[in-house]
């Protein structure tokens, strides 16, 4: 696995994840490594919920209109 130097860490940061890292009875590398992954999936569900919101709502806008088959567009376009 990949090594992480954090430099010049706020001593009372470093001791309140310590603390958590013992209360969530891990080491402080397996509490950072768990905090960084709880941030990423965050970010990645937050992300996810946008595009789906974006989708739904183009989904909306082109309901109930006519649209053309894309086999018969592309059968245009090769006769051209």
């Known amino acids: 696995m990949a090594q992480l130097i954090i430099n010049n860490l ?3 940061l ?3 994840l310590k603390i958590r890292a013992a209360n969530h009875q891990r080491t402080l590398e397996e509490e950072l490594e768990a905090i960084l992954r709880e941030v990423i999936e965050a970010e990645q569900a937050t992300k996810m919920k946008a595009f789906s ?3 739904a709502q183009m989904r909306q806008s082109l309901s109930g ?3 053309t088959d894309s086999a018969d ?3 245009e376009d ?3």
């Open 10 to 12: 706020d001593p009372p």
């Open 78 to 80: 090769r006769e051209r």
């Open 53 to 55: 919101d974006q989708a």
């Open 14 to 16: 470093l001791e309140k």
């Open 73 to 75: 567009l592309v059968r």
């Open 65 to 67: 209109r006519v649209h």
